[in-house]
Each structure stands twice: as structure tokens, then as C-alpha cells.
């Protein structure tokens, strides 16, 4: 029989020591802080966890395990229908579509209620010559964008150098003005994931003209979250600025692998895809996503 019930960091660790990785380490301690940690047992035997964060007003599924010796029994099903019954808000969970259990995780969130929504490209940097290639562009273009961006007065700051009316800028901003798809507000506020000594804003004369932020799952990877310029400078490349000094930073980090993540597929989106990311790429996939909102009538 499987039973759900709430547990803590000390049982995720105890329960599933020599199948914990850096990445669901980091994943528990940040249900500890905030989320939940779910744990499934089979007879009395740990068998699986979920591991969730409060994010965006809802909650999002960070993990799900199964140890293999218990696969394809229901474990998952039962974790996620728990989380599922007892959120006090919505539950989405997101992966990218080549994910090798993606195949699973659409069966079993499609089975439970879950709707499916638009997903976002994908494009990984992860090749052993990412940082050679980057050099060789920006020795090649990007500097000489980046140069003629300064004169023209755009200066790019960090997350942590960046001044307060900076960051009320962006806070204040309606959505429409960065052409965004998602209000990304959530992104910098006290506790949020994004990692702000390699998240940069750009301004002219102390007014916000792009931003791109990042986080850092664990030492060696930067993921980017999101990237734009404000609706008026849209196409004049002072998001390369924000780019170029993000990744440099990210750089002098230790990054060795980068992860961008574009809901857009708009001009300036495919702009910027064919003229810089495709310069590190390696990778390209797409993510999708599902969410749970219990006070909506199609869920099961
Ligand atoms: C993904 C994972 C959590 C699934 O756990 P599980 O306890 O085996 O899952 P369940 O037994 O609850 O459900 C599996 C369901 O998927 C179905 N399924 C299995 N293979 C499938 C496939 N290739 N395509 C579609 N459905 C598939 C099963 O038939 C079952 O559905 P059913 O009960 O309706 O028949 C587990 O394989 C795991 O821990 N993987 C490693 C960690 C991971 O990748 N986690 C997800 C990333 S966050």
C-alpha cells in the first residue's frame, strides 16, 4: 500500500541517501525553506519524494523521484495527486520536452487534471569550447557593439550594483512595456531564485533599457530566465550589452554550461537567436509545462 505524507530535509537525506544529487539537494533545502517535501512509502518503505517551492502565488514542482526498485507503481501518481489535493494554491510543474521521462510525466499529469500549457524554446550552452567561440564573436562583433553602445551612453550594472530607482523601475513597469509574455517581477523579489551577481540591467541616463536575469542551480551552470529590452529600443541591440556583461560575469563565476529559456519566437527574438546564441549553442529542445489550479472546473 502507498501512503503520502509530509516530511523534511533530515528524512529526504536519510530516506534517499546514495540517490541524492547536488541538484535535489539544493532542490530540498528550497522546499525546506518555503515549500514541501513530500515522501511516499510502499509498505512502510521510503519509496519516492516530491519536492515543491512557493513561486510566481502558486506552488511549483521542483522533484519527483522514484527509487528504480519501486517504478511503475504508482508512486509518482501518488504524490502528485497529493500535492495536488492539498495545495492551498495552483501546482505547475515544467521540463523540457527531451527530458528522458518526459513521456511519463505527460501521461501522469495529463491522467490527474493537469493542463498542458505553451511551452518555451530551450538552448543549451554546454559544448567545451562555449567560452572560445564567445571570444571569438565578441573579438570579431561584440565588442565593437558593445563599444558603440557606451558612446551612445547605455551602461550595463549587475543586479547587486544596481540602484534602487533602477530596480523600482522595473518593478513599476507595466508588462507591456518589455514585450514580456510573463510578468517577471516575481524574479527579483527578497528570496527568488535569481542569482544577481551575473543578472544585469542596462541604462541610459539612470532609465531602465534592458534586463536579463539569470540563476545559478549550482556552481557551474547559469540558467537565463529571461531577457528583454524595453518596448522603445527593441532591435537597437542594447540587450547585447546586458548579454555580453551577464556572461562575462557568469564567466568570471566558473559557468561552464548555460541554459536559455525564450517563450518568444518574435522578431527580435529570432533575431537575436540566429545572430548571437547561435554562437554557443549546442542544444536546442523545447519545454513544456502543466498546472493544477483546483478551483478550475476542468480539472479532474
Ligand atoms: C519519472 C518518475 C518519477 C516516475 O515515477 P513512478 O513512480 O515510476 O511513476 P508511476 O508509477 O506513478 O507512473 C508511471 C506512469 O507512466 C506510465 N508510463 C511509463 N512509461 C511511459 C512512457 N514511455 N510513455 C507514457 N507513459 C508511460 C506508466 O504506465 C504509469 O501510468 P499508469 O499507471 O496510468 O499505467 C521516476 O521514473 C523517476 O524517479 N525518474 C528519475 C527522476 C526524474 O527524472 N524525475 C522527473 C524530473 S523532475
Request: glycine share 8%; proline share 3%; with cysteine.
Amino acid at each position: 500500500m502507498i501512503t503520502v505524507e509530509k516530511g523534511n530535509k533530515e528524512l529526504y537525506f536519510l530516506h534517499f541517501v546514495g540517490y541524492t544529487t547536488v541538484f535535489t539537494d539544493r532542490c530540498a533545502n528550497d522546499a525546506a525553506s518555503g515549500g514541501r517535501i513530500l515522501l511516499a512509502y510502499i509498505d512502510g518503505f521510503p519509496a519516492g519524494y516530491l519536492l515543491t517551492v512557493c513561486e510566481r502565488g502558486g506552488e511549483g514542482i521542483r522533484h519527483i523521484f522514484t527509487k528504480p526498485e519501486f517504478r511503475g507503481q504508482g508512486v509518482m501518481q501518488a504524490l502528485v495527486r497529493y500535492a495536488a489535493e492539498t495545495t492551498e494554491t495552483f501546482l505547475a510543474v515544467g521540463m523540457s520536452e527531451a527530458h528522458a521521462f518526459a513521456p511519463v510525466m505527460e501521461h501522469v499529469f495529463g491522467k490527474l487534471g493537469f493542463r498542458r500549457r505553451v511551452g518555451r524554446n530551450i538552448y543549451r550552452c554546454d559544448s567545451e569550447d562555449i567560452w572560445e567561440r564567445w571570444d571569438e564573436f565578441m573579438a570579431k562583433t561584440g565588442n565593437r557593439l558593445c563599444d558603440t553602445l557606451r558612446r551612445q551612453g547605455y551602461n550595463a550594472i549587475t543586479l547587486t550594483d544596481a540602484p534602487e530607482s533602477l530596480i523600482q523601475q522595473f518593478r513599476r513597469a507595466p508588462v507591456s512595456e518589455y514585450r514580456c509574455e510573463q510578468n517577471h517581477r516575481h524574479l527579483i523579489l527578497p528570496g527568488a531564485e535569481i542569482t544577481p551577481e551575473i543578472s544585469v540591467m542596462c541604462e541610459l541616463k539612470g532609465r531602465l533599457a534592458a534586463y536579463v536575469f539569470a540563476y545559478m542551480p549550482d556552481s557551474i551552470s547559469a540558467i537565463y530566465k529571461t531577457l528583454s529590452s524595453s518596448a522603445a529600443l527593441q532591435g537597437g541591440g542594447v540587450i547585447f550589452l546586458a548579454i555580453a556583461g551577464s556572461l562575462q560575469r557568469a564567466r568570471e563565476h566558473g559557468v561552464k554550461r548555460l541554459v536559455f529559456t525564450m517563450e518568444s519566437v518574435g522578431k527580435s527574438a529570432n533575431a537575436f537567436r540566429e545572430k548571437v546564441l547561435s554562437v554557443i549553442v549546442s542544444k536546442q529542445s523545447r519545454s513544456v509545462s502543466f498546472i493544477y489550479e483546483p478551483d478550475k472546473k476542468d480539472n479532474a
